[in-house]
């Protein structure tokens, strides 16, 4: 349920409501909009129609309306304008769209610096690099674990570039909030509820991935998880979708922008790379996710994707990477955003 207040609402009103909100059994996420203040009230309690009355009427209740979506706090129900969050010294959400680059796997030191200050200087807005790898075969490259940590917290102070990277379960959890700025919640790991609501606890901003197999809806309610433990700051990323074509390795479901936007108060953004796995397609499918109403793009720059460890074949040259960026501004302008 959705409790809004009334202007006249003093914070002591405030907290005897949320005080009586818990005392029923729900979570209470209080948002404090420009004129009004709402609390979204969360739980499964059998009594909740009876519970609503007695809410409606204490003292700064305005009104008490159920939310009727199965995803709850991150519905526009809930919260009807965009949310946005810092991420380090930049801002996810909102007219700006966001620009996440970098290589998939931190391989060497000099390996993500030079990638970073190619990325800082084309254009991203946050460094990403994964330490911890979920790849199909164990026989390749699993990352470097702390020390790809280290080097990605390096490289990212050097360019003063905020950080998202992967964390791959819970016992790694603590490790990777040590060093991240935002935690990428990998494809494989979308549904993994366990892992959400350990991640939700943290605060830290989330980059929650689509599974190659979760519905619009199911990835709805996965981000739920986060969002009921408390942990608002999250935004969603599509990365492509298990289909019967073969010709790409996933197919980027373009639909999945402005369905979520219609569902989600949560910024979403676009992962090209991902989506098709050739690196001659980022390109127009990252315009075409601009143009969708995506928040912002998730891109793979590699300095020397011949070599690279993991993902080379979506990796983008740091020049193309650029000439992206500049054509993805003319986009992002002629839809009213900033780039
Ligand atoms: C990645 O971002 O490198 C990655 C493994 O992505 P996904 O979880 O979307 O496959
Ligand atoms: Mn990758």
């Given at each position: 349920m959705?409790?809004v207040l009334?202007?006249?609402?003093?914070s002591?009103?405030?907290?005897?409501?949320?005080?009586?909100?818990?005392?029923?059994?729900?979570?209470?996420?209080?948002?404090k909009?420009?004129?009004?203040?709402?609390?979204?009230?969360?739980?499964?309690?059998?009594?909740?129609?009876?519970?609503?009355?007695?809410?409606?009427?204490?003292?700064?209740v305005?009104a008490?309306v159920?939310?009727?979506q199965p995803?709850?706090?991150?519905?526009?129900?809930?919260?009807?304008?965009?949310?946005s969050?810092?991420?380090?010294?930049?801002?996810?959400?909102?007219?700006?769209?966001?620009v996440?680059?970098?290589?998939?796997?931190?391989?060497?030191?000099?390996?993500i610096?030079?990638?970073?200050?190619a990325?800082?200087?084309?254009?991203a807005t946050?460094?990403r690099?994964?330490?911890?790898?979920?790849?199909?075969?164990?026989?390749t490259?699993?990352g470097?674990?702390?020390?790809?940590?280290?080097?990605?917290?390096?490289a990212?102070?050097?360019v003063?570039?905020p950080?998202v990277?992967?964390v791959?379960?819970?016992?790694?959890?603590?490790l990777?909030?040590?060093?991240?700025?935002?935690?990428?919640?990998?494809?494989?790991?979308?549904?993994?509820?366990?892992l959400l609501?350990?991640?939700?606890?943290?605060?830290?901003?989330?980059l929650?991935?689509?599974?190659m197999?979760?519905?619009?809806?199911?990835?709805?309610?996965?981000?739920?998880?986060?969002?009921?433990e408390?942990?608002m700051?999250?935004?969603?990323c599509?990365?492509?979708?298990r289909?019967?074509?073969?010709?790409?390795?996933?197919?980027?479901d373009i639909?999945?922008?402005?369905?979520?936007?219609e569902?989600?108060h949560l910024?979403?953004?676009?992962?090209?790379a991902?989506?098709?796995?050739?690196?001659?397609?980022?390109?127009p499918?990252?315009?075409a996710s601009?143009?969708a109403?995506?928040d912002?793009?998730?891109?793979e720059?590699?300095?020397?994707?011949?070599?690279?460890?993991?993902?080379?074949?979506?990796?983008?040259?740091?020049?193309?990477?650029?000439i992206?960026?500049?054509?993805?501004?003319?986009?992002?302008n002629?839809?009213?955003r900033?780039?």
């Open positions: 959705i409790i009334k202007e006249t609402a003093t002591d009103d405030l907290k005897k409501i949320v005080a009586a909100v818990k005392k029923y059994g729900y979570s209470a996420e209080v948002v909009g420009e004129s009004k203040t709402i609390i979204g009230a969360v739980g499964n309690q059998k009594e909740k129609q009876q519970h609503m009355n007695l809410i409606g009427q204490l003292p700064g305005e008490v159920p939310i009727m995803h709850k706090l991150g519905s526009r129900e809930f919260k009807h304008d965009d949310s969050f810092a991420v380090g010294n930049t801002t996810v959400g909102g007219n700006k769209i966001t996440i680059a970098g290589p998939c796997s931190v391989e060497s030191e000099e390996q610096i030079e990638i970073a200050k990325v800082k200087s084309g254009g946050i460094l690099g994964g330490a911890f790898k979920p790849r199909t075969s164990p026989y490259f699993q470097l674990g702390e020390e790809g940590l280290k080097l990605l917290r390096k990212a102070d050097l003063q570039l950080i990277t992967e791959l379960d819970i016992k790694n959890l603590n990777v909030c040590e060093y991240t700025d935002m935690i990428q919640i990998g494809a494989r790991n979308c549904q993994n509820y366990a609501k350990a991640v939700g606890k943290t605060k830290k901003p989330v929650l991935k689509r599974g197999s979760t519905s619009i809806n199911e990835f709805l309610l996965c981000a739920e998880y986060l969002l009921a408390g942990n700051s999250v935004a969603l599509e990365r492509g979708i289909t019967f074509e073969t010709a790409t390795r996933n197919t980027f639909n999945a922008i402005p369905v979520l936007k569902k989600t910024p979403i953004i676009a992962d090209p991902h989506g098709t796995g050739y690196w001659q397609y980022v390109s499918i990252a315009y601009i143009a109403g995506a912002g793009l998730a891109v720059v590699h300095n020397n994707p011949e070599i690279a460890l993991s993902d080379g074949g979506q990796s983008l040259k740091p020049k193309k990477f650029e992206m960026i500049e054509k993805s501004k003319i986009i992002a002629a839809i009213g900033e780039l």
